[in-house]
T-cell receptor
Framework: GAVVSQHPSWVICKSGTSVKIECRSL??????MFWYRQFPKQSLMLMAT?????????EQGVEKDKFLINHASLTLSTLTVTSAHPEDSSFYIC????????????FGPGTRLLVL | AQSVTQLDSQVPVFEEAPVELRCNYS??????LFWYVQYPNQGLQLLLK??????LVKGINGFEAEFNKSQTSFHLRKPSVHISDTAEYFC????????????FGQGTRLTINP
């Protein structure tokens, strides 16, 4: 149980285009989802926390207009990288939890984004 | 605010040898503690977690960790490693209340040599 999927697993795009990444909880309802970014050989950095039906909470230094997060249902959250640039190339990982009081996060397999 | 320090960025070990991956944390409040493993080009898999109770926690794949409150440590151990244990290991903390945000350490690359 507690499986989280991400789609796509790999994406290559041209500079200036937008890319949407989906995160789905397959066998549970995720009240809260988290989006992380991981640069090569580095740790995960939390970008934002999203709760179903409300606006995402972004970490300091993360541009909310560039990284649009939508958590429209209890099983789906999307991250859209708008007007992507080469410096946005990274490994994006989502996680999901059952919400307040549920301490364990279940991670997706990640999406590797390469912006040319 | 919390912080996590993994004292070793790389740990090479021979197969069937024991291993300890060190993790220290800093927090002004009580925390939950986690160890995650990341295989190449994959997401994170939960190895084990400490929430409360017994300070010795057993996880998957033969790993265990011990919570030491006085030393603010949560070291991960395995008595005999296998080639398949080669991966990146992350220690993480979250506070008991609020948004359950995870703060990760820098990671330790465990390499098992035959």
């Amino acid at each position: 149980g507690a499986v989280v999927s991400q789609h796509p697993s790999w994406v290559i795009c041209k500079s200036g285009t937008s890319v949407k990444i989906e995160c789905r909880s397959l066998d549970f309802q995720a009240t809260t989802m988290f989006w992380y970014r991981q640069f090569p050989k580095q740790s995960l950095m939390l970008m934002a926390t999203s709760n179903e039906g409300s606006k995402a909470t972004y970490e300091q230094g993360v541009e909310k207009d560039k990284f649009l997060i939508n958590h429209a249902s209890l099983t789906l959250s999307t991250l859209t990288v708008t007007s992507a640039h080469p410096e946005d190339s990274s490994f994006y990982i989502c996680s999901a939890s059952l919400g307040q009081g549920q301490e364990t996060q279940y991670f997706g397999p990640g999406t590797r984004l390469l912006v040319l | 605010a919390q912080s996590v320090t993994q004292l070793d960025s790389q740990v090479p070990v021979f197969e069937e040898a024991p291993v300890e991956l060190r993790c220290n944390y800093s927090s002004s409040v009580s925390v939950y503690l986690f160890w995650y493993v990341q295989y190449p080009n994959q997401g994170l898999q939960l190895l084990l977690k400490y929430l409360s109770g017994s300070t010795l926690v057993k996880g998957i794949n033969g790993f265990e960790a011990e919570f030491n409150k006085s030393q603010t440590s949560f070291h991960l151990r395995k008595p005999s490693v296998h080639i398949s244990d080669t991966a990146e290991y992350f220690c993480a903390v979250s506070d008991l209340w609020g948004a359950q945000k995870l703060v990760f350490g820098q990671g330790t690359r465990l390499t098992i040599n035959p």
